[in-house]
């Protein structure tokens, strides 16, 4: 590759990264830019610094000297960076710290490099540099693999064959000084050039992409999970009582469901505010979870109202549930900022019949639990039932 195509080269990436960069400026990422996000956008005005800065270099409007350690440092941060929030995407908050110190090693060995040979060892130590960070982004990003996407996935595949590639340049100088059979020197500067022009376009489009799909499951997870308590919201219990509802009509063993209502919680945002009132709500689903098996579930149906479905369980165990989890939130006082907040509970009880509906179901249950509240409220009814649900 020639002076100038070297140059054209590193041109068409500070203009491709300066690009992006004002794309970013106009992307809709919501009210809050999440941290990973945040990281990731940051990376990118590094490189696009760094680019920038070799171009000058190589034009001669920026001393040679200056644009060229000063350009990789740059580089190498932002690549880094961009690893990190790929990691960051994924969950690993802590990536910050080593990365530093092995950001601070790696600069360090390319200007010894630099120092000793401004040519060949500089491009060696650079090359190895560049397709270890874009290895690391690509290693985060095919963490999971098994409930990865299939973009996700594609992207951390070329991802790390792109890397490779920008990595075989700085091996090949030190292996194969003089290329192997049609495998020329300069034809792998070519193709990590071209690599690393890829690079720059899968990981730009390429996380956003990935970030518009976690955002399009978030919203399809949060039309059936309740986003304060994480447990199924009503329409998310409905859509896990429907199997139930149907192997009701067939012999087997019964199942059971529990309607729960805490008693007085009106007072409790008045006198204390919302956030001791989601404090509690936070605390009593915990506090059934405790009392339950991997098998059941506990979903909030609306307001202060809870629903807990018992498979294989008839109506006599289910009730011993419920009296459990009546005498853990009686007996748990949730602690906030202003005070200790005592919380009782009134719960229906009912086993699901073949003839169910889930109005009828419901409306049996919501029965029961009006019993219970007429009856002094803390205490658990059961709904009219018949002796095969005992």
């Given at each position: 590759?020639?002076?100038?195509?070297?140059?054209?080269?590193?041109?068409?990436?500070?203009?491709?990264?300066?690009?992006?960069?004002?794309?970013l400026t106009?992307?809709?990422?919501?009210?809050?830019?999440?941290?990973?996000?945040?990281?990731?956008?940051?990376?990118?005005?590094?490189?696009?610094?760094?680019?920038?800065?070799?171009?000058?270099?190589?034009?001669?409007?920026v001393?040679?000297?200056?644009?060229?350690?000063?350009?990789?440092?740059?580089?190498?941060?932002?690549?880094?960076?961009?690893?990190?929030?790929?990691?960051?995407?994924?969950?690993?908050?802590?990536?910050?710290?080593?990365?530093?110190?092995?950001?601070?090693?790696?600069?360090?060995?390319?200007?010894?490099?630099?120092?000793?040979?401004?040519?060949?060892?500089?491009?060696v130590?650079?090359?190895?540099?560049?397709?270890?960070?874009?290895?690391?982004?690509?290693?985060?990003?095919?963490?999971?693999?098994?409930?990865?996407?299939?973009?996700?996935?594609?992207?951390?595949?070329?991802?790390?064959?792109?890397?490779?590639v920008?990595?075989?340049?700085?091996?090949?100088?030190?292996?194969?000084?003089?290329?192997?059979?049609?495998?020329?020197?300069?034809?792998?500067?070519?193709?990590?050039?071209?690599?690393?022009?890829?690079?720059?376009?899968?990981?730009?489009?390429?996380?956003?992409?990935?970030?518009?799909?976690?955002?399009?499951?978030?919203?399809?997870?949060?039309?059936?999970?309740?986003?304060?308590?994480?447990?199924?919201?009503?329409?998310?219990?409905?859509?896990?009582?429907?199997?139930?509802?149907?192997?009701?009509?067939?012999?087997?063993?019964?199942?059971?469901?529990?309607?729960?209502?805490?008693?007085?919680?009106?007072?409790?945002?008045?006198?204390?505010?919302?956030?001791?009132?989601?404090?509690?709500?936070?605390?009593?689903?915990?506090?059934?979870k405790?009392?339950?098996?991997?098998?059941?579930?506990?979903?909030?149906?609306?307001?202060?109202?809870?629903?807990?479905?018992?498979?294989?369980?008839?109506?006599?165990?289910?009730?011993l549930?419920?009296?459990?989890?009546?005498?853990?939130?009686?007996?748990?006082?949730?602690?906030?900022?202003?005070?200790?907040?005592?919380?009782?509970?009134?719960?229906?009880?009912?086993?699901?019949?073949?003839?169910?509906?889930?109005?009828?179901l419901?409306?049996r249950?919501?029965?029961?639990l009006?019993?219970?509240?007429?009856?002094?409220?803390n205490?658990?009814?059961?709904?009219?039932?018949?002796?095969?649900?005992?």
């Amino acid at each position: 590759m020639t002076n100038l195509d070297a140059t054209t080269m590193v041109m068409v990436l500070a203009l491709g990264n300066l690009a992006l960069c004002a794309v970013l400026t106009f992307y809709d990422d919501g009210p809050v830019r999440p941290p990973a996000l945040a990281a990731w956008a940051l990376s990118k005005q590094v490189q696009a610094g760094a680019w920038t800065l070799l171009a000058l270099g190589s034009f001669g409007v920026v001393p040679e000297a200056l644009a060229l350690p000063g350009g990789y440092a740059l580089l190498f941060a932002g690549v880094a960076l961009e690893a990190g929030a790929a990691w960051e995407s994924h969950g690993r908050e802590g990536w910050r710290r080593p990365l530093a110190l092995v950001l601070a090693l790696g600069i360090t060995a390319f200007f010894v490099c630099y120092l000793i040979d401004e040519q060949g060892l500089r491009s060696v130590a650079a090359s190895l540099l560049l397709g270890a960070f874009y290895l690391l982004g690509a290693v985060a990003l095919a963490s999971g693999w098994r409930e990865a996407s299939l973009l996700q996935r594609f992207l951390a595949l070329l991802t790390a064959a792109l890397a490779l590639v920008v990595a075989l340049r700085g091996l090949s100088v030190l292996v194969l000084p003089g290329g192997w059979r049609w495998l020329s020197s300069e034809l792998l500067r070519q193709l990590s050039s071209a690599a690393l022009y890829l690079l720059m376009l899968i990981n730009g489009f390429g996380m956003l992409l990935l970030g518009r799909e976690r955002a399009g499951r978030e919203l399809a997870r949060l039309e059936l999970v309740d986003p304060l308590t994480n447990v199924p919201n009503r329409r998310g219990f409905f859509n896990a009582l429907g199997p139930w509802m149907a192997l009701a009509r067939r012999p087997g063993l019964p199942t059971a469901l529990v309607v729960l209502d805490l008693d007085g919680f009106k007072r409790v945002n008045d006198s204390y505010g919302h956030p001791a009132g989601d404090a509690v709500l936070r605390n009593v689903v915990e506090l059934c979870k405790r009392q339950l098996r991997d098998s059941d579930l506990v979903g909030r149906l609306v307001g202060v109202e809870f629903a807990i479905l018992l498979p294989r369980t008839n109506l006599d165990e289910a009730t011993l549930v419920a009296e459990r989890i009546r005498a853990a939130i009686a007996s748990t006082p949730v602690k906030s900022e202003r005070a200790l907040i005592a919380m009782t509970g009134s719960f229906g009880v009912t086993i699901l019949r073949p003839e169910d509906s889930t109005v009828t179901l419901f409306q049996r249950a919501d029965d029961a639990l009006r019993a219970a509240k007429a009856a002094g409220r803390n205490r658990v009814s059961q709904a009219g039932h018949t002796p095969a649900e005992v």
